[in-house]
């Protein structure tokens, strides 16, 4: 029983490591295009038929059934991440780019903290 309640907890721990943000040779942010930082690979993801063309910034990771599945790279300046748990934080430009090119928010950002900054940023834009 505790040999499997281990395994889980390191599957579990291995998982969340690879939403965290993360250098990534050969691959630049899909909002800002910065090179030198860590990126979030699982927050932004879409799928494509084979057929069509990729956009810009999209970084292909698998192709299933007819379809290229994969994500757009956030670095840590454009979603930061959470002082708490670190993993990535979903920020209203990210939002408005992710309405951009059409893509699905991934489960690779923090849900669990609420980020009084944007949270007053957003309050405030549409109060005004």
């Excluded at 990534?24 to 993801?45: F, I, K, N, R, Y």
């Excluded at 991934?106 to 849900?111: H, N, Q």
Aim: charged content about 25%; hydrophobic content about 35%.
């Amino acid at each position: 029983m505790r040999a499997s309640k281990d395994f889980r907890q390191t599957m579990r721990d291995e998982l969340r490591k690879s939403y965290l943000h993360r250098k990534t040779e050969g691959c630049v942010c899909a909002l800002c295009g910065s090179q030198d930082s860590p990126l979030a690979l699982h927050l932004l993801e879409k799928s494509i038929k084979e057929n069509e063309p990729l956009p810009n910034g999209f970084l292909p990771m698998a192709v299933s059934m007819g379809y290229v599945k994969g994500a757009f790279p956030v670095c840590d300046k454009c979603a930061p991440e959470c002082k708490s748990c670190q993993l990535p934080i979903y920020t209203p430009n990210v939002h408005a780019y992710r309405k951009t090119v059409q893509a699905k928010l991934g489960v690779g950002y923090c849900s669990e903290h609420i980020q009084w900054k944007y949270v007053l940023k957003i309050f405030i834009k549409k109060l005004f």
